[in-house]
């Protein structure tokens, strides 16, 4: 059960971080263009 347990935080903190990153360079891009 702990494996699982960290296989699914693991795939929580992978998409969060995915998430933060696609923010942040839709931010950059936005500037960019202006």
Do not use: Q, Y
């Not at 702990?2 to 839709?26: D, E, H, P």
């Amino acid at each position: 059960m702990s494996n699982f347990m960290k296989i699914v935080v693991t795939f929580a903190v992978a998409a969060l971080t995915s998430a933060a990153v696609n923010v942040l360079l839709i931010k950059l891009n936005k500037r960019n263009d202006k």
